[in-house]
């Protein structure tokens, strides 16, 4: 089944410990995307990535580090987390870049810091 | 950047009634997309369209590219279509590349 898989689905920590959410696809998409939803925010694209080892920052990058060194995984670090870094996360994936491809989301990582 | 207006923000129906969600955006695009977020918090893509109009379903969902305006319908609308509906657009401009969000529609369908 083709799918976008996050992990954790939910998280509560504290200040300052270092956390990484996984995210990886299975359907060979070479752009990948992170994105956090916040109460009459919206949702508000974090990094994104368009292929293995290229990344680059989107709206809302500070606080955050990505990484992509295979196709299939992109992860999202945050080094050293902060109470407004509490938010609702979500990998998405696309085939290619541009706007004629769908976006497949993941299920969403909640994250509480305390 | 887009910028993607919704509205409206809330709605709440009886079931089997019409039900209507507008999308605005301030910069011309080629494609929009319509998600719908589950309660459990799930985000599906419902549709994506660059010109005219395109049918799933119940679900029918319209664009005007010259009026920077896409509208999402749902007919004999059901309490399982109770969700967030969100329009998004892409954005290539001034380095980035991804979707700008409008901030949601929660729908509430009662029996």
């Known amino acids: 089944e083709a799918q976008v898989t996050q992990n954790p689905r939910y998280l509560i920590t504290v200040t300052g410990k270092k956390l990484t959410v996984t995210c990886s696809q299975n359907?060979?998409?070479?752009?990948m995307s992170w994105y956090r939803q916040d109460p009459g925010l919206g949702l508000r694209q974090i990094y994104y990535?368009?292929?293995?080892?290229?990344?680059d920052k989107g709206d809302v990058p500070e606080g955050y580090k990505v990484s992509r060194k295979e196709k299939r995984n992109f992860p999202l670090i945050l080094e050293s987390p902060s109470p407004n870094q509490t938010s609702l996360y979500f990998c998405?994936?696309?085939?290619?870049?541009?706007?004629?491809?769908?976006?497949?989301f993941g299920d969403g990582t909640r994250l509480s810091i305390l | 950047k887009n910028e993607v207006e919704q509205s409206p923000q809330n709605l709440t129906a009886q079931e089997g009634e019409f039900i209507t969600i507008n999308c605005s955006y301030s910069?011309?695009?080629?494609?929009l997309h319509w998600l719908q977020q589950h309660p459990g918090g799930g985000i599906v893509s419902l549709f994506m369209?660059?010109?005219g109009k395109k049918k799933h379903g119940r679900l029918i969902a319209t664009i005007n590219i010259q009026e920077k305006h896409s509208s999402l319908h749902i007919t004999a609308s059901h309490p399982r279509d109770s969700a967030v509906y969100i329009c998004?657009?892409?954005?290539?401009?001034?380095?980035?590349?991804?979707?700008?969000f409008g901030k949601g529609t929660h729908l509430i369908i009662q029996p």
């Open positions: 369209l660059s010109s």
């Open positions: 998405a994936s696309s085939l290619s870049t541009g706007s004629n491809q769908p976006q497949h």
């Open positions: 998004a657009v892409y954005d290539n401009f001034g380095g980035a590349d991804g979707l700008t």
């Open positions: 990535s368009m292929n293995v080892e290229v990344t």
């Open positions: 359907m060979n998409h070479e752009y």
């Open positions: 910069v011309g695009i080629s494609a």
